[in-house]
């Protein structure tokens, strides 16, 4: 089993749609998280940090329940920019603060 | 403006022929990573540098190797390339070990 699962693409879905992505983490030595963005043959670049207490960041709220080990990221209003592959990122307490990757879901906005 | 560096941006190589992918930085970050991208898949942790200390991940095969001359250069070393390796070759830098990873542009290595 992987250490960071995320739901499999890609989803495809209209302009102005909402849209839910979901993580799991297997390793409870994980202290932080986080979601990055991936467009087409580009680098990964953060998009959040992820907080207990869940936290917002325009059209994008981003939740983690750690009793659970679970993160989401929820996109409001899509546009059509907003297509690109969304990575759940953990990074552990110890191993010298690694990052491990989840592989990503692609998200299709579509006019 | 460019933070963090890679060359070159893509690279064709011949099998088993030794390949150097180079990454510099602007940023006078301590730490320095280099991640494998396949296709499809997540990108996954090779080594890093905290400053001069060598890190290598316990399942990085011994094909790969690194190298830091100073603050601001690291190079990844394939010594024989197989058709396996084939991916985007990713840099990362960061202040400390627990904070934010900048991301280079990244290295698309092809081998035939």
């Known amino acids: 089993r992987k250490e960071v699962e995320q739901d499999p693409g890609p989803f495809n879905v209209p302009e102005g749609a909402t849209v839910a992505f979901n993580c799991t983490y297997s390793?409870?030595?994980?202290?932080?998280f986080f979601w990055y963005r991936q467009d087409c043959r580009k680098e990964p670049k953060l998009l959040m940090s992820?907080?207990?207490s869940g936290n917002e960041d325009g059209r994008f709220t981003a939740q983690l329940n750690r009793a659970s080990q679970y993160i989401s990221l929820l996109i409001r209003d899509s546009k059509l920019s907003d297509s690109a592959t969304y990575l759940c990122?953990?990074?552990?307490?110890?191993?010298?603060?690694?990052?491990?990757f989840g592989q990503g879901t692609e998200l299709s906005v579509k006019p | 403006d460019a933070m963090v560096i890679q060359n070159p941006r893509y690279q064709v190589t011949q099998f088993g022929k030794p390949v150097t992918l180079s990454c510099s930085q602007t940023?006078?970050?301590?730490?320095m990573y280099w991640y494998q991208q396949k296709s499809s898949q997540a990108p996954k942790l090779l080594f890093h540098?905290?400053?001069?200390?060598?890190?290598n991940e316990a399942d990085t095969p011994d094909n790969f190797q690194s190298r830091r001359p100073n603050t601001s250069f690291c190079f990844l070393d394939i010594r024989s390339p197989g058709l396996g390796d084939a991916a985007m070759y990713l840099c990362?830098?960061?202040?400390?070990?627990?904070?934010?990873?900048?991301f280079g542009p990244g290295t698309r290595l092809l081998v035939l």
């Open positions: 990362a830098t960061s202040v400390g070990s627990q904070e934010t990873q900048y």
């Open positions: 992820v907080y207990s």
């Open positions: 390793n409870s030595a994980s202290q932080s």
């Open positions: 940023l006078n970050h301590n730490v």
């Open positions: 540098y905290y400053d001069k200390d060598f890190n």
């Open positions: 990122v953990v990074r552990r307490s110890n191993q010298g603060g690694k990052l491990i």
